[in-house]
């Protein structure tokens, strides 16, 4: 069934933010998406059925993303805030509007999706989570390990 041996998006280390729990979503996304890479196979009736499939999964994973980032920038007072926020509400809307004309047309063309994805996705943590990259990190606790965490002491 698949017939793309490659990823689309190849994990890279500018992706961290350092606080485990955002990089490891953000990982898991790239992971979802080259999942559906994957499966571009140009089969329509197959990548109508896998995307029936995921496109639940993937909504649920960007919401419960979206909402972890939002509520450490909330809690770490990050001014950025509101326009943060307004780039994921924003994802989330053109995400609905491509799976409301997939319940229309009954079709979707998987691989403009994933690229879609893709570009918003990298573009997102490369430009606009950067933004609070280093914010975070001066206002995280450092474990003995070096690993960064958000605690209520740093919150607080």
Known sequence: ??????EL??????????????????????????DMFQHVTGNQAQEHKYFSNVIQELIKYIKIHFATEE???LATKFAGFSQHKREHDFF???????????????YINLSAFTKFLKDWVLSH?????KRYFEYLRMTASRKADGV???????VG
């Open 92 to 106: 989330i809307f053109t995400v609905m509007e491509k799976v409301n004309e997939y319940n229309v047309k009954k």
């Open 1 to 6: 069934m698949n017939t793309n041996s490659s």
């Open 71 to 73: 509520k450490i920038l």
């Open 9 to 34: 998006i190849t994990w890279s280390s500018t992706f961290l933010c350092g606080i485990k729990l955002i990089d490891d979503q953000h990982k898991g996304l790239v992971a979802l998406i080259n």
């Open 148 to 154: 960064l965490s958000i605690t209520r002491a740093d």
């Open 125 to 129: 943590i490369a430009i606009i989570d």
